[in-house]
């Protein structure tokens, strides 16, 4: 089973500061990665697929990187709006076994 | 546009079985080349995979709930259901369903389903 692991738990940010996040996986998951937004009560929302690919309407202060092991989601310059939990998700094609990162939650500075 | 939509009871007795449906709007499960997700979150707590289903009827399970989850699939009615049984405290939970996208990944979701295990 391949683990996920995120860091920070938390970060605190001040509105128009870049944020960066970590997510690691066990073993290699090539590009197989998401990143999702979670805001309470709500269901998460796809942000990122295939490590670095912006899902439609996601604002471009939005980046994904990363391949293999490590990756990293970037909110280039925070906005009120984007203070959240964050999700990353590797997916398998074949067999389609699926695990959630911990998460990080991004709060206000 | 699609849409998901849970249904189920909110509250089911400790030991007994929890069934959850999920109705898909605006599409067909049928003409999806990937495996529609059920996940669920503790209420304060992260995200857990409860596992997978292909139109087919393939499924795939978290290896930690396996022996007590059965997923199923009604193409007919456009509907994919969720059974887990011996429910404890411990399975209390918003509980997702979820639609593959161009691959494993999942969008959109549906709103979510609190289901609280309580005498």
């Known amino acids: 089973?391949?683990?996920m692991t995120q860091s920070p738990a938390t970060l605190s940010v001040s509105p128009g500061e870049r944020a960066t996040l970590s997510c690691r996986a066990s073993q290699s998951v090539s590009s197989n990665l998401a990143w999702y937004q979670q805001k309470p009560g709500q269901a998460p929302?796809?942000?990122?697929?295939?490590?670095?690919?912006?899902?439609?309407?996601i604002p471009a202060r939005f980046s994904g990187s990363g391949s293999g092991t490590e990756f990293t989601l970037?909110?280039?310059?925070?906005?009120s709006e984007d203070?959240?939990?964050?999700?990353?998700?590797?997916?398998?094609?074949?067999?389609p076994l699926v695990t959630f990162g911990p998460g990080t939650k991004v709060d206000i500075k | 546009q699609l849409q998901l939509q849970e249904s189920g009871p909110g509250l089911v007795k400790p030991s007994e079985t929890l069934s959850l449906t999920c109705t898909v709007s605006g599409g067909s499960i049928s003409s999806s080349s990937y495996y529609w997700g059920w996940i669920r979150q503790p209420p304060g707590k992260g995200l857990e995979w409860i596992g997978s289903i292909y139109y087919s009827g393939?499924?795939?399970y978290n290896p930690?709930?396996?022996?007590?989850?059965?997923?199923?699939?009604?193409?007919?009615?456009?509907?994919?259901?969720?059974?887990?049984?011996?429910?404890?405290?411990?399975?209390?939970?918003?509980?997702?369903?979820?639609?593959?996208?161009?691959?494993?990944?999942?969008d959109p979701w549906g709103q979510g389903t609190?289901?609280?295990?309580?005498s």
Do not use: H
Not at chain 1, 45 to 57: C, E, K, P, Q
Not at chain 2, 68 to 73: A, E, N, P, Q, Y
Not at chain 2, 74 to 91: E, G, I, M, R, W
């Open chain 1, 1 to 3: 089973e391949i683990v």
């Open chain 2, 64 to 106: 930690s709930l396996k022996s007590r989850v059965t997923i199923s699939v009604d193409t007919s009615k456009n509907q994919f259901s969720l059974k887990l049984s011996s429910v404890t405290a411990a399975d209390t939970a918003v509980y997702y369903c979820a639609s593959p996208s161009r691959g494993n990944w999942f």
């Open chain 1, 45 to 57: 929302r796809l942000l990122i697929y295939g490590a670095s690919t912006r899902a439609t309407g």
């Open chain 1, 83 to 95: 203070f959240a939990v964050y999700y990353c998700q590797q997916y398998n094609n074949w067999p």
């Open chain 2, 58 to 60: 393939s499924t795939y």
């Open chain 1, 74 to 79: 970037t909110i280039s310059s925070l906005q």
């Open chain 2, 114 to 118: 609190l289901v609280t295990v309580s």
